[in-house]
T-cell receptor, first 111, second 114 residues
Framework: GDSVTQMEGPVTLSEEAFLTINCTYT??????LFWYVQYPGEGLQLLLK?????DKGSNKGFEATYRKETTSFHLEKGSVQVSDSAVYFC??????????FGKGTRLHILP | ETGVTQTPRHLVMGMTNKKSLKCEQH?????MYWYKQSAKKPLELMFV???????ENNSVPSRFSPECPNSSHLFLHLHTLQPEDSALYLC?????????????FGPGTRLTVL
């Protein structure tokens, strides 16, 4: 079945560092890919999405490119801030409303 | 502000209690969802409603009973829960159940079963 694998956390970086959180997926067909973020004490928020190969999703300085050849959707940000500390979830959606989530990666940004 | 609210935010209950979780969406959506978020596990989809009709019951134990009286409100009725049911319960809504429609999540109810 469809699945999402993302890097284990926690990831700890200093402010202004470059961020990469790896995500790979297994799916039949052509899924849509998402990154959700969960700030402390809150629910999940959609951060960005891409619906077809080579699409780049971007929001709040974060980017991810849908790579069909490597079945990947890595999240990147050039310069992280303390306020980016949260849990990040990679996810996919195939032909239905069912979203398959990864286990999440906790990100700590030190001032 | 996501437009999806959940109450209560925290709930502690004994195994013999009956309680209900409430979700309300202010987005004009027609689909609503219950998810369970446990530590170290991916989010689990529990129930899906489309236009107030249940379209998904993902092998959830009968001690969890959903109710969707209208497209803006969703409840999760709880009775005789087990300690392993302690988790964050998230509600979400979307315009429809089409996979292209983005799901918007509420802040969750943190449930502890003693």
């Amino acid at each position: 079945g469809d699945s999402v694998t993302q890097m284990e956390g926690p990831v700890t970086l200093s402010e202004e560092a470059f961020l990469t959180i790896n995500c790979t997926y297994t799916a039949t067909g052509y899924p849509s890919l998402f990154w959700y973020v969960q700030y402390p004490g809150e629910g999940l928020q959609l951060l960005l999405k891409a619906t077809k190969a080579d699409d780049k999703g971007s929001n709040k300085g974060f980017e991810a490119t849908y790579r069909k050849e490597t079945t990947s959707f890595h999240l990147e940000k050039g310069s992280v801030q303390v306020s980016d500390s949260a849990v990040y979830f990679c996810a996919l959606s195939g032909a239905s409303y069912k979203i398959i989530f990864g286990k999440g990666t906790r990100l700590h940004i030190l001032p | 502000e996501t437009g999806v609210t959940q109450t209560p935010r925290h709930l502690v209950m004994g195994m013999t209690n009956k309680k209900s979780l409430k979700c309300e969406q202010h987005l004009g959506h027609n689909a609503m969802y219950w998810y369970k978020q446990s530590a170290k596990k991916p989010l689990e989809l529990m129930f899906v409603y489309s236009l107030e009709e249940r379209v998904e019951n993902n092998s959830v134990p009968s001690r969890f009973s959903p109710e969707c009286p209208n497209s803006s409100h969703l409840f999760l009725h709880l009775h005789t829960l087990q300690p392993e049911d302690s988790a964050l319960y998230l509600c979400a809504s979307s315009l429809s159940v089409r996979f292209t429609d983005t799901q918007y999540f509420g802040p969750g109810t943190r449930l502890t079963v003693l």
